[in-house]
């Protein structure tokens, strides 16, 4: 009989969670006490009592450090809480898609991923927890504000500190607690299995065998990045579908992803962007720590932005089984990726919205039935197949279309350039800045912004002139619940569509990300073919000058270059 324990605790006024999940440095969770449990407790308590008994949970993440130690709170706290089974992956090892993809199928009333997705692990990284709800996505802003409410006066938890549960077996544990009628479950299952079903029904898994394997077969290069995607990428990739063992390397998930920032893009997967150079590998693509997102490299390194890549899928989604099925519902993108999506949108006369940055606007469109495929420009693409984004489901969308139209990934973009033209895009991040400065910068720079006399103001760079159209605060209004977003970012549209945005990102869990994006449509075929930096050079520096962004932050450039 196990017994149930009730912990006095005091509550933390930081628990808010981001668009997701609750983020922060390893050091919080060790070194304040009750920190993990109290946000635990706050996720817990938000279902309610009656629900619990019959309902489960799917829990899972992505191998970072401070995993374990979480899935044994996750579990005490559950079993005290009366929840009736647990659904666990091996070893605790779930990738975020997987999350979603099981929380759908065997119809559990959430799932917990432990995760902080493509920000550094180990003791002095960073560990997250976000919480999902029933149909698989992230919870939506009433339950997270509700989550924060509980964390801010919460005073006791409930936990079964004697729990032990192996992770590593496959297969159900049982255990009776005290004062409960039914005994608690928890069931360890296969992280890739229920995933991997769920692919071969979407995807022709012959066509991509024979290109992988066969005898004219595509020589792919696929980094895991010592994240959750290694398991995945072995079964799926290498044994069902054939690649070689040896096209796939990182493949084993380690605490601190082996010293690197789990993060794919030309920054974080270098060595993955040189490998390709060489010339010796067809395709390339990298994934995040929790596996929901990808980079899609072609050869000699031809880097797929991810604003293009999901143009690119709904320019040729029906090469994909799945969608000759179910049928085009609509398109989405967030506001910051460029507008490429929106010319194949009009092109083939299929509905587009644009969101605020998070996957759970995604997900709303989704549950409504107005939403098929979606993606954001910080390399995240996917389709209502889940309510995640799935950096795997993304790479087996190129190689279908590579597969069927039988091009190189270099050939199906400039195709794509000439017959839509082509939206020249670049995203500059600050990483780490002064919290107050970043602030103080976003305030006067939206005081500016939306004085009248801003509007039709001429700026100028080099040979080009710029003229401001419109200028505002990106606020939406959710066409399912009717529900309103504000102070979604900054956005100055200029006469001829060219956009510079600034937000403010909460992702990162130490000062603040500043993202400056900047985004411009070109169709001159003599043009299509320049370099971004250089095409955006006379944007970016007006962007830089409005904003005063260097002077203001004290940096010289920025961290990361997309």
């Not at 060790?30 to 009592?49: K, V």
């Not at 929840?83 to 992956?89: A, D, E, M």
């Not at 432990?114 to 180990?122: D, F, I, K, R, Y």
């Not at 880097?303 to 089984?321: G, M, Q, R």
Request: glycine share 10%.
């Amino acid at each position: 009989m196990v017994k149930i324990v009730t912990v006095k605790t005091k509550p933390y006024t930081d628990q808010k969670p981001g668009t997701s999940g609750l983020r922060k440095r390893v050091t919080v969770f060790q070194n304040s006490a009750h920190y993990a449990e109290n946000f635990i407790q706050s996720i817990i308590s938000t279902i309610d009592p009656a629900e619990r008994q019959e309902g489960t949970l799917v829990v899972g993440g992505d191998g970072r450090f401070y995993l374990k130690e979480s899935i044994k709170l996750i579990i005490g706290i559950a079993a005290a809480n009366g929840i009736g089974r647990l659904v666990i992956g091996q070893n605790g090892i779930l990738s975020t898609p997987a999350v979603s993809c099981i929380t759908r199928k065997i119809k559990a009333i959430g799932g917990i991923i432990l995760t902080a997705s493509h920000n550094p692990g180990g003791p002095s990284g960073d560990f997250g927890i976000k919480f999902n709800t029933s149909n698989g996505g992230p919870a939506p802003e009433a339950i997270t504000d509700k989550i924060f409410q509980i964390s801010k006066t919460i005073e006791e938890y409930a936990i079964c500190p004697d729990l032990e549960v192996d992770l590593g077996t496959l297969g159900k544990q049982q255990f009776d607690l005290e004062n409960k009628f039914k005994p608690f479950t928890v069931e360890i299952i296969d992280p890739v299995e229920a995933y991997g079903n769920m692919l071969r029904n979407i995807f022709d898994f012959s066509i991509l065998k024979e290109l992988l394997s066969g005898p004219n077969r595509w020589k792919i290069r696929i980094d895991a990045m010592h994240g959750v995607m290694g398991p995945y990428v072995k079964k799926i990739l290498c044994e069902e579908l054939g690649s070689p063992a040896n096209s796939a390397v990182n493949c084993v998930p380690l605490e601190d992803f082996g010293g690197h920032h789990p993060d794919p893009n030309l920054t974080y997967a270098a060595d993955l962007v040189e490998t390709m150079k060489t010339g010796e590998y067809d395709f390339g693509a990298a994934f995040d720590g929790d596996g929901d997102r990808n980079m899609i490299l072609g050869k000699n390194g031809f880097f797929v932005n991810p604003s293009d890549s999901v143009a690119v899928i709904a320019a040729n989604i029906f090469t994909i089984p799945y969608f000759q099925q179910t049928g085009v519902r609509g398109f989405a993108r967030s506001m910051p990726t460029s507008g490429a999506l929106d010319r194949v949108a009009r092109a083939t006369k299929i509905a587009l919205y644009e969101t605020p940055t998070g996957w759970k606007f995604f997900g709303n469109l989704m549950d409504a039935n107005k939403l098929s495929l979606c993606g954001e420009e910080s390399f995240g693409t996917g389709s209502d197949h889940i309510r995640e984004k799935d950096g795997l489901w993304a790479v087996l969308a190129w190689l279908s279309i590579i597969a069927v139209r039988k091009q190189s990934v270099e050939e199906i973009l400039k195709d794509h350039w000439q017959k839509f033209g082509r939206n020249f895009f670049t995203r500059y991040d600050y990483e780490e800045v002064d919290a107050e400065a970043a602030s103080k910068m976003m305030a006067d720079l939206e005081s500016m912004m939306l004085d009248r006399s801003f509007i039709g103001q001429k700026f100028s760079a080099g040979d080009k002139v710029y003229v401001v159209d419109k200028a505002d605060n990106f606020e939406y209004s959710d066409p399912v619940d009717g529900s309103i977003s504000r102070n979604q970012g900054l956005r100055i549209i200029f006469t001829d569509g060219s956009r510079i945005i600034y937000r403010l990102s909460g992702t990162g869990s130490a000062g603040a990300t500043i993202r400056l994006y900047i985004d411009s449509y070109e169709k001159d075929v003599s043009k299509i073919y320049q370099e971004p930096q250089v095409m955006l050079g006379p944007l970016v520096t007006i962007a830089l000058k409005i904003s005063q962004l260097h002077e203001r932050t004290g940096r010289s450039g920025p961290t990361v270059i997309t």
